[in-house]
């Protein structure tokens, strides 16, 4: 059987919950037993994410086969519980490079290369060819932007395209809108709905859905009104009010019947939606009472779409073990003049998550240094590793000067070096060391008692590592490098000996977390964390909820 299309589009406002939107839409089909494929379509010119600031761009979210992508797609992967490709994020940047990749071979026998049909052609075969590597019953769509954005325009002609190639029940048009409240009359205003639709309408597209994002209720007059003006049914007017929680939004969408109107459009047969496990976390986010205190160390906390993957692994980790989670965000930059050190007191555990450059690493240095000192349980993801190994040199081994060859190249000891194969690269783009890659542990370390396991698979993003020149000497001093490549080449995890809990890890566990199956290594985090606060009798009251809001 072919699939069905779903395909989504936002009107009105960016980050209007638009990729939350459709996490949740795959996750109550897959609820009812159908096999579910999302795929993210970005309008800008870049070939991939993974060169662009976090300014810019927020996470680069990096699937098992190697592709830098938008974090929509790990929103993907938490709610629908299945792993995305290289195929599930397509940028312009690719469409373009591909065609004109293809008209310097001469692929095109000499033709004129046009928006249409060239760019739209290969727009249509990236959507059609992840329904058929997928076999799913259902693919969803989601396209970045907004509807009169000049950038999307190739992509929902494309879209508009597919109508007619497919059949038409086949093919259904969500569109995500936001409903704007005006304070001085309390009222939610429906026009800017009403014009975006008329944008997709011009451009060929009638939306059959419209999902109203909205910060407050909406009555059954709103609805209607919608309906009316936007020509599509009642109860094809989805209102989302914003959730105390994300988890909660597959719950509220399933409840206005969407999983259902979407089966009877495609004339699908499903079972009942089991969503009882998904009610289960949803109902732990909101009843967990004690309060456990995380700090973020980095330098981009400003911005904390940047460290979205890490925030969630740390929330399903201590959702789990019935923690409400006081996400403290610490800027490194401060922390190296001098500046929040104090705060560090407040802390039960600390992640130092991955990043780039120099800027705030003598700060993240310094939060190694006082978990280290002071037994508190710490996690460093990647550069966490790194700078835990760096403060380990200097303070401990007395290396002077230690440092990594990525911030200082005269350094006198690189006890992190750059990778033997990445050293006559050039280009910055996908060039890394990326993707999923073996990991093997050491019986008894504290990372084997975590995974329960002696191998692993994880997911990296990195072009330095630690230089095996300096291995015995940490190994001699009270470092156990307990994961290492097959070949024992690589060092992949560090964790201290005279330590309750410091493990470093040069990949991103971040990336493999799941709300209903948290890593084991945030998990081991989070447990270190609890007997930490529970050792020092810090009694802390349960503050609001302090997870995403939809």
Request: aromatic share 8%.
């Amino acid at each position: 059987m072919k699939p069905k299309y779903i395909f989504c589009t936002g009107g009105v406002v960016s980050s209007v919950g638009k990729g939350l939107t459709v996490a949740a839409i795959g996750r109550i089909l897959k609820a009812r037993g159908l096999k579910v494929a999302i795929q993210k379509l970005d309008p800008y010119l870049n070939v991939d994410p993974g060169t662009m600031s976090p300014y810019q761009h927020g996470e680069v979210f990096v699937t098992s086969d190697g592709a830098e992508t938008d974090l929509d797609l790990g929103h993907y992967e938490r709610f629908v519980d299945e792993n995305v490709s290289r195929l599930s994020n397509i940028t312009a940047g690719q469409v373009y490079l591909t065609v004109l990749e293809k008209e310097r071979k001469g692929d095109y026998l000499g033709g004129t290369i046009q928006v249409v049909p060239h760019i739209t052609n290969e727009i249509k075969r990236c959507i059609k060819l992840l329904g058929k590597r997928t076999d799913a019953d259902v693919v969803i769509v989601e396209v970045g932007g907004t509807a009169g954005d000049i950038e999307s325009l190739p992509f929902l002609e494309a879209l508009r395209q597919l109508r007619t190639e497919f059949k038409r029940r086949d093919t259904l048009y969500v569109h995500v809108t936001f409903l704007p409240h005006i304070g001085a009359t309390d009222e939610l205003k429906t026009k800017p709905t009403q014009h975006s639709v008329r944008e997709l309408r011009g451009i060929g597209i009638q939306p059959n859905v419209i999902i109203a994002r909205t910060d407050y209720p909406v009555n059954n007059e709103i609805i209607s009104k919608i309906a009316l003006f936007c020509d599509v049914d009642e109860d094809a007017v989805i209102p989302l009010q914003t959730a105390d929680n994300i988890y909660a939004v597959p719950l509220m969408i399933e409840e206005t019947g969407l999983g259902d109107f979407i089966l009877n459009r495609f004339r699908l047969e499903a079972g009942p939606p089991d969503l009882h496990e998904w009610r289960e976390i949803a109902g732990k986010c909101r009843s967990a009472q004690e309060k456990l205190c995380i700090g973020i160390v980095g330098k981009y906390v400003e911005l904390r779409d940047a460290y979205m993957s890490v925030k969630e692994s740390i929330a399903h980790a201590a959702v789990h073990l019935d923690q409400d989670v006081d996400i403290r965000w610490i800027h490194s930059g401060e922390l190296e003049k001098g500046k929040r050190l104090d705060e560090l007191n407040d802390l039960d555990g600390i992640i130092v998550p991955g990043g780039f450059g120099y800027r705030g690493i003598e700060g993240k240095i310094a939060a190694a240094k006082f978990a280290r000192e002071r037994k508190a349980p710490y996690l460093g993801l990647c550069l966490g590793m790194q700078v835990m190994c760096i403060e380990y040199a200097r303070n401990v081994l007395h290396l002077d000067d230690a440092s990594s060859s990525e911030f200082d190249v005269s350094t006198p000891h690189p006890v992190i070096d750059l990778m033997l194969e990445q050293r006559a690269i050039t280009d910055m783009g996908g060039t890394m060391r990326l993707g999923e890659y073996p990991c093997v542990l050491q019986p008894n370390s504290a990372a084997a008692l975590a995974y329960g396991k002696n191998e692993v698979l994880e997911r990296h993003r990195h072009r330095f590592e630690f230089n095996n020149v300096y291995r015995e000497t940490f190994a001699a001093n009270g470092v156990n490098f307990s994961g290492l490549s097959p070949d024992g080449v690589l060092v992949e995890i560090a964790e201290l000996q005279d330590h309750p809990f410091m493990l470093g890890c040069q990949f991103h566990p971040e990336f493999l977390s799941r709300p209903n199956r948290p890593h084991p290594l945030f998990s081991a985090f989070i447990q270190a964390s609890i007997e930490y606060r529970d050792e020092l009798g810090r009694i802390r009251q349960r503050p609001s909820l302090d997870l995403d809001r939809a």
